[in-house]
């Protein structure tokens, strides 16, 4: 597998705004793209995952969006909240093994 | 149903030590994964076990091993330590094999000081 490039790496918005994490990857046999949001000193947890044969997917406030052909994927949290602050890291996988990106820091401001 | 238990939750080692951690997954969930967590490097997947074999490998040297028990237990040893490999080891269990497969449940860590 190839890795996975994420940005920002931090990302600072007011309470009620929206965020928008972005995610590369190159690897062609990626399938699966999930997402986990790690809050200060616990373990990290899945929020939300999309599969290959899907363009969206949405649930409440979080949705992901992926672009196979430009080998791309975002995650969308609108009408933020203080406790979305976390880091929240995306991955692609395949039959062999799953990348996960770098992490971005996200700060919700109330 | 408890989640995702590991051992030590945090240890200091010195250079050239090895060390042993442990993973016990959600019971029913016979797949487990071992990731390295590093400021600025993410997620890093060391290898993952499903019925006591190790069915995938990450891209680390051979000081990095593991093995699973018939009660899918997993252990991971890492020998001779470097001043690197000072980390957050995660285990995750999930219930069927292979990275694509779904959610991973990850334990809260064991945190590795080297010195």
């Known amino acids: 597998g190839e890795n996975v490039e994420q940005h920002p790496s931090t990302l600072s918005v007011q309470e009620g705004d929206s965020a928008v994490i972005k995610c590369t990857y190159s690897d062609s046999a990626s399938n699966y793209f999930p997402w986990y949001k790690q809050e200060l000193g616990k373990r990290p947890q899945l929020i939300i995952d999309i599969r290959s044969n899907v363009g969206e997917k949405k649930d409440q406030r979080i949705a992901v969006t992926l672009n196979k052909t430009a080998k791309h994927f975002s995650l969308h949290i609108t009408e933020t909240q203080p406790e979305d602050s976390a880091v929240y890291f995306c991955a692609q996988a395949d039959n062999n093994d799953m990348r996960f990106g770098a992490g971005t820091r996200l700060t919700v401001k109330p | ?115």
């Open chain 2, 1 to 115: 149903k408890a989640g995702v238990t590991q051992t030590p939750r945090y240890l200091i080692k010195t250079r050239g030590q090895q060390v042993t951690l442990s993973c016990s997954p959600i019971s029913g969930h016979r797949s487990v994964s071992w990731y390295q967590q590093t400021p600025g490097q993410g997620l890093q997947f060391l290898f993952e076990y499903f019925s006591e074999t190790q069915r995938n490998k990450g891209n680390f040297p051979g000081r990095f091993s593991g093995r699973q028990f018939s009660n899918s237990r997993s252990e991971m040893n890492v020998s001779t330590l470097e001043l690197g490999d000072s980390a957050l080891y995660l285990c995750a269990s999930s219930l069927v094999v292979g990275p694509s497969t779904g959610e991973l449940f990850f334990g809260e860590g064991s945190r590795l000081t080297v010195l």
